[in-house]
């Protein structure tokens, strides 16, 4: 049921090897190995269909999202320009958790996006709770899914100066339906390792090194802060001139 890093595909209910150092959300392992249990042995490149599928669903949201924002043309061209971006052209052809966890993450988003445009209509709850099961399912990709979310909301309750986004009932609901994926995993894996095990591997090995400065493996790192963005640009070449 749950996995380690360095070990690969290997679970219980896959291999008949049960490997529980380290717990870690096993969504892409399910999907990943979904066609073997159904078809048997299957070549190596249908185990990056994960990661196809995460690219369809990202251009598919950006096309609804741009052709909402502005027309069918506009949108038409975004989702089809967006895939020709060096991180997605780089990451799509492995079989890794990032692109699954980007869906998830750009779910999330858009699930935000569409709760503000429909604040005034009534349905913008309905949104909310989406973006927060979006992001709660992204936990089980990888734990890092929610924290992406719930930065787009504090920075777009910022741009806009309406605290209400952050504090208000819709983002709460948002956490209620994100928090009921998030703990079923929590629930599961301490049962499996051991709450102490849990909060040692996810907090403790990669949370902390991750988000606090003050806890990363190489100590503080200035340049890194400066160059990331432009790394980020980078990797968003030539689809991030759409923006323009």
């Known amino acids: 049921f749950f996995f380690q890093a360095e070990d690969g595909?290997?679970?219980?209910?896959?291999?008949?090897?049960?490997?529980?150092?380290?717990?870690?959300?096993?969504?892409?392992?399910?999907?990943?190995?979904?066609?073997a249990r159904l078809l048997g042995d299957i070549p190596l490149a249908l185990a990056r269909w994960p990661s196809v599928a995460a690219l369809v669903v990202v251009s598919a949201g950006l096309a609804v999202v741009v052709g909402r924002q502005h027309?069918?043309?506009?949108?038409?061209?975004?989702?089809?320009f967006f895939p020709m971006a060096i991180g997605w052209?780089?990451?799509?052809?492995s079989?890794?958790?990032?692109?699954?966890?980007?869906?998830?993450?750009?779910g999330s988003w858009l699930g935000f996006v569409f709760a503000l445009d429909e604040k005034n209509t009534g349905h913008a709850n309905r949104w909310w709770v989406l973006a927060g099961a979006i992001?709660?399912?992204?936990f089980w990709t990888?734990?890092?899914?929610?924290?992406?979310?719930?930065?787009?909301?504090l920075g777009m309750a910022i741009i806009r100066r309406d605290s209400w986004i952050l504090i208000g009932k819709g983002h709460g609901l948002a956490i209620i339906a994100e928090s009921v994926f998030g703990l079923a995993w929590l629930t599961l894996a301490s049962r499996e390792v051991g709450f102490q095990a849990l909060i040692d591997g996810v907090v403790h090995r990669e949370a902390l090194p991750h988000?606090?400065?003050?806890?990363?493996?190489?100590?503080?790192?200035?340049?890194?802060?400066?160059?990331?963005?432009?790394?980020a640009l980078g990797m968003g070449l030539p689809a991030i001139f759409g923006l323009f």
């Not at 008949?16 to 979904?34: E, F, N, R």
């Open 211 to 231: 988000l606090s400065p003050w806890h990363h493996r190489v100590g503080l790192q200035p340049a890194e802060w400066l160059t990331y963005p432009f790394q």
């Open 142 to 153: 990888k734990w890092t899914s929610p924290v992406f979310f719930h930065a787009a909301v």
């Open 9 to 35: 595909i290997r679970d219980i209910g896959v291999t008949g090897v049960q490997t529980c150092a380290l717990p870690i959300s096993p969504l892409v392992y399910w999907l990943v190995a979904a066609p």
């Open 71 to 80: 027309d069918r043309k506009a949108g038409l061209g975004a989702g089809l």
């Open 89 to 93: 052209l780089s990451q799509v052809p």
């Open 135 to 138: 992001a709660g399912i992204g």
């Open 95 to 106: 079989a890794e958790l990032d692109m699954p966890l980007t869906a998830c993450v750009a």
